[in-house]
C-alpha cells in the first residue's frame, strides 16, 4: 500500500495570510506515460462527507475559489490557501489514486488563528 | 444533480454481518464513466478506502477487509451494497458511499454518511 503521511497535523493561521499544508507518499505517484500526478485533496467540515477540490495534483474542481492551490510531484505535494477565509475552517486530506488500495492522509486540521 | 444516499441498521452486535445500500438518484448507476464506492471513518479519525464495484460488476476491494467484504450492484433499482461480516468494534465508523469517476479517480459526488455502531 501506498502510504500518505501529511504534515502538519494541524495548523492555525490569521485570516487572510497564507495556509500550507504538505503530503508526502511513500512512493511516487507520478505515472510516467501520461506525466500526471495520482494526487487529490479533499476538504472536509464538520458533519459533512469530504468534497474534492483539486485532483492532478493542481487542477481545481469547478467551483472551488482560486485561493486554493495544489503543486508538487512524484512524492512530495503541497496545498495552499492564499488568503485565508473563515469557511475554510475544516479538515484537509490528500489522497493518492495510483494504485488500489486508495489511501488517503491522516488528515491537517486548519483552525482561524 | 446526481445525489447518493446510504441506508442501513445503525447498530450491530460483534460478529454479525453489516449491511448498507447506496441508493444513487439523479442518475443512472450504469455507466461505464464511474466506480461506486464505499469509504469509511472512524469517529475523530482519518478516512479509509474499503473498495469499489464498476457497472460491469467488478470490483476491487481493500486487502486489509478483503475476506470479510463483498461489494454489489443492482442496476435495476440504481443501487449498491456492501456487506462486511464477522464485524468488531473496530468496524464503528461513518460509512460513506461515493461517485468516483473512472477516468480520474476520484470520488467527487459523495453521499451523507451513515453511522455504524458494533457493540451489543
Known amino acids: 500500500d501506498i502510504v500518505m503521511t501529511q504534515s502538519p497535523d494541524s495548523l492555525a493561521v490569521s485570516l487572510g495570510e497564507r495556509a500550507t499544508i504538505n503530503c508526502k507518499s511513500s512512493?511516487?505517484?507520478?505515472?510516467?506515460?501520461?506525466?500526471?500526478?495520482?494526487l487529490a485533496w479533499y476538504q472536509q467540515k464538520p458533519r459533512q462527507p469530504p468534497k474534492l477540490l483539486i485532483n492532478?495534483?493542481?487542477t481545481r474542481e469547478s467551483g472551488v475559489p482560486d485561493r486554493f492551490s495544489g503543486s508538487g510531484s512524484g512524492t512530495d505535494f503541497t496545498l495552499t490557501i492564499s488568503s485565508l477565509q473563515a469557511e475554510d475552517v475544516a479538515v484537509y486530506f490528500c489522497?493518492?489514486?495510483?494504485?488500489?488500495?486508495?489511501?488517503f492522509g491522516q488528515g491537517t486540521r486548519l483552525e482561524i488563528k | 444533480q446526481v445525489q447518493l444516499q446510504e441506508s442501513g441498521p445503525g447498530l450491530v452486535k460483534p460478529s454479525q454481518t453489516l449491511s448498507l445500500t447506496c441508493t444513487v438518484s439523479?442518475?443512472?448507476?450504469?455507466?461505464?464513466?464511474?466506480?461506486w464506492t464505499w469509504i469509511r471513518q472512524p469517529a475523530g479519525k482519518g478516512l479509509e478506502w474499503i473498495g469499489r464495484?464498476?457497472?460491469?460488476?467488478?470490483?476491487n476491494y481493500n486487502p486489509s477487509l478483503k475476506s470479510r467484504l463483498t461489494i454489489s450492484i443492482d442496476t435495476s433499482n440504481n443501487q449498491f451494497s456492501l456487506i462486511l461480516t464477522s464485524v468488531t468494534a473496530a468496524d464503528t465508523a461513518v460509512y460513506f458511499c461515493?461517485?468516483?469517476?473512472?477516468?480520474?479517480?476520484?470520488?467527487?459526488?459523495w453521499g451523507q454518511g451513515t453511522t455504524v455502531t458494533v457493540s451489543s
Open positions: 439523479g442518475g443512472s448507476i450504469n455507466s461505464d464513466s464511474f466506480y
Open positions: 489522497q493518492q489514486y495510483y494504485s488500489t488500495p486508495i489511501t
Open positions: 492532478w495534483a493542481s
Open positions: 464495484i464498476y457497472t460491469s460488476g467488478s470490483t
Open positions: 461515493a461517485r468516483d469517476d473512472a477516468a480520474v479517480g476520484t470520488m467527487n459526488v
Open positions: 512512493q511516487s505517484v507520478l505515472y510516467t506515460s501520461n506525466n500526471k500526478n495520482y
